[in-house]
DNA sequence: TCCATTCTCTGACTTTAGTCAGAGGAATGT
DNA sequence: ACATTCCTCTGACTAAAGTCAGAGAATGGA
């Protein structure tokens, strides 16, 4: 499989490669043909684009400097915080990016053209699936503080999608709690998925003293669904839960969470009567873990 | 499909780009790592490496230096031609290439691991297939002299096959003419396809003087089959002959070459009655070209 | 209010990647 | 045998890519 995946990056490299050249073919360095398209018809704050193309700050500038003496770009305060920079296209620099724009899209005709009507589906398929997939490869699964900013986000966004699909909306007061405390270890767990550093999801786990524990807090972003995401959160909470010598993993859930719910029953959670009085839940599902088959825990720990 | 060739492209040089720093990990830089891999266990004659690497020979010669200065390579006269020269891993460059490949294959090994084995299997299938569609479409068909050498070893390949497939072999003098003459404009035209410029594929056609010509010298190499070379070489032969105000293509064939028959037929071609007294002819077919449908012909023209 | 931090820019660097012209030795065709 | 071509190497360049330390302005928190 290694192999393959390394036979692949071989050819697509080439084959791609040759592609990206349309960027080298005006005349403009790579660097500042990929900043140029970077910024933007709306325009972008230099720091966004510093991390996004992951550039130095003092070349960046040089880059952006150079693209100013051209006339195709404008740098300008931003509104709200007087050390940041948005930088803008002129006309001209907007001229310029809808060349590459052109370019590009040639370059891809270009793949597609040597090949039958037939052939171009079935590589469109693919590709839709390859990259599905390396997407989905790509999320990072991390143990994060519940106070950390992203956790913050997927938690607010977990609630707020709760109001949205109850019936008669959701209240984080009434419900059961599950609190920063203890989602903070060694009271609990709380896993966060990010996709280019930006959070896609969560799920959590709130350890008991007997060797029981409850998941909660399980939520996946609408972009990133159909990625298999909620299974690898559950299947990593549960290579904690197992480390932590739990035997014996809980959730409750909601019948308007239809995914959630068959997710469950497919990694083998099995209902049972009500063990709480959560306000909120239709269904109770409980698993028993097998230590034999839990690997060991191998998530890497963002810093809290 | 062609936002989605560009989507695809985006994401793949992201997470493929990323595994590729793995050379960029050592503390070579890339040029020189690139050239340690190309080299190879067996070592490489430098003018091979110069054209796979597409370097100049200046360049190449400095980065070649600096390598040898390091004690990873040796550059020796090679045995056959005393003006190229070869060059080999060293004991030590031998070790530093391996630990290039331990760290490819650990980068291809981390795009699997956040996967599960059913996406991983799914991930892998579709790799496979944009695989093999790139490199169709890498195929460059081009018009080309039979004297050319890519032509001759397409025609020396094409005839030795023959000779094993058909029973009692092949003798190219007993077989009607397609010479060389007869396969140069205006008399005829022969296509050859070439991958990465290896020529792995011909065909041709010989113009009649009434609105018929004939089909010749249909081959594609084994390693390029199943790609639809076949149906591409034979749909622009269509186009040459239409666009030569041929009306009616006719061919012969071998009962041993069923894969031929099996496209001939696909593309419109019927049984007819012998139209010749090829020897070594089986079945004869017949089309008639529908010229509302031919597109302009598009292939670039190779020097001759 | 003050101090630490953030963001951008600048000058002074280095390394990498690459080009070009030409030299010198080896092979090839006539 | 001789001119031509091929292959490699060298010196002298250039452009791109990027690093580093620090300056100066703005912001945010104690």
Same mark, same amino acid.
């Given at each position: 499989?290694?192999? #393959? ?9 080439? #084959? ?24 933007? /018809? ?9 991390? $996004? ?5 003092? +070349? ?42 052109? #370019? ?13 009507? $037939? ?52 209240? /984080? ?76 993993? #809980? ?17 083998? +959670? ?12 239709? +269904? ?6 097998? $230590?034999?088959?839990?690997?060991? /825990? ?7």
């Amino acid at each position: 499989m290694i192999d #393959r995946v390394r036979r692949f990056n071989r050819t697509v490299t080439q #084959r791609i490669g040759a592609l990206n050249d349309a960027f080298l073919s005006s005349d403009r360095s790579l660097g500042q043909a990929r900043l140029l398209w970077e910024i933007g /018809p709306q325009g972008c704050d230099v720091r966004l684009l510093r991390s $996004r193309l992951d550039l130095n700050s003092g +070349y960046l500038s040089r880059l952006l400097r150079s693209l100013k003496d051209d006339g195709l770009v404008v740098v300008e305060q931003s509104g709200t915080d007087g050390r940041v920079r948005t930088a803008h296209l002129t006309d001209h620099g907007l001229t310029e990016r809808a060349m590459l724009d052109r #370019r590009s899209d040639d370059a891809a005709a270009s793949i597609l053209a040597p090949l039958s009507v $037939r052939q171009r589906t079935q590589l469109i398929t693919a590709m839709i699936e390859v990259e599905r997939l390396l997407v989905a490869s790509t999320v990072l699964v991390t143990a994060c503080n519940p106070r950390h900013p992203d956790a913050r986000s997927c938690l607010r966004a977990y609630f707020s999608e709760l109001s949205h699909r109850f019936d008669g909306g959701f209240d /984080p007061t009434r419900s059961i709690s599950a609190d920063e405390e203890e989602l903070t270890p060694p009271a609990g767990l709380l896993l966060v998925a990010s996709l280019h550093s930006e959070p896609v999801g969560c799920g959590a786990v709130k350890f008991h003293d007997d060797a029981r524990a409850e998941i909660k807090r399980m939520w996946v972003a609408p972009t990133v669904r159909g990625l298999g995401l909620g299974r690898r959160l559950l299947a990593d909470l549960e290579v904690h839960a197992a480390a932590n010598r739990i035997r014996t993993l #809980r959730l409750e859930t909601n019948r308007a969470l239809d995914e959630a719910i068959g997710l469950y029953r497919a990694v083998g +959670y099995h209902e049972v009567l009500a063990f709480n009085d959560e306000p909120y839940a239709d +269904y109770w599902f409980e698993k028993t873990l097998d $230590r034999s088959t839990a690997p060991a /825990p191998n998530l890497p720990d963002r810093e809290h």
